[in-house]
């Protein structure tokens, strides 16, 4: 006994039980069971128009996925990739911006637990974060916090 098809509607529907897609990730996987009467971008239309497909709740569930391993370039250029309006990027941009130092930190300490000892190991902690996606300014302010973490610790033995 073979299951019956799936309609476009309801494949787009199970995608979107699972997770957050945004529009044109949603089209490229709606697009490989699309028949020649079915029209996709009236589809996505209607999804968004019933509120099932939303770039802003795609964009905070991406976020949420993402900003506790990497850093806002990253974050950002996911969502560039993904189609996601220019406008709200900006807007994101601001709010990520608040705690990428923080985020750094804690990437870092929960890499490296030891401070560099060297200049070749600071080079290596430089380059984790920065293939991560964060920026020089919280980079440093990450090597900064974990020197000096190392160096309390040492002070209260």
Request: glycine share 4%.
């Amino acid at each position: 006994m073979t299951k019956p098809q799936l309609s476009l509607k309801g494949r787009a529907l199970r995608y979107l039980s699972m997770r957050e897609h945004s529009r044109s990730e949603l089209a490229l996987k709606l697009n490989r069971y699309a028949q020649e009467s079915d029209d996709v971008p009236a589809l996505l239309d209607t999804l968004e128009a019933l509120n099932f497909l939303s770039t802003a709740r795609f964009s905070e569930s991406l976020i949420n996925r993402r900003q506790a391993r990497f850093g806002n370039q990253r974050i950002l250029a996911e969502l560039k990739s993904h189609g996601v309006a220019r406008e709200q990027i900006d807007s994101v941009k601001a709010s990520l911006q608040e705690s990428e130092a923080i985020r750094a930190t804690e990437v870092l300490q929960r890499k490296y637990s030891s401070i560099a000892s060297d200049h070749q190991e600071r080079a290596k902690q430089m380059n984790f974060l920065l293939q991560r996606g964060f920026s020089g300014k919280s980079i440093q302010i990450a090597l900064r916090a974990n020197s000096e973490r190392d160096e309390s610790d040492t002070f209260s033995e």
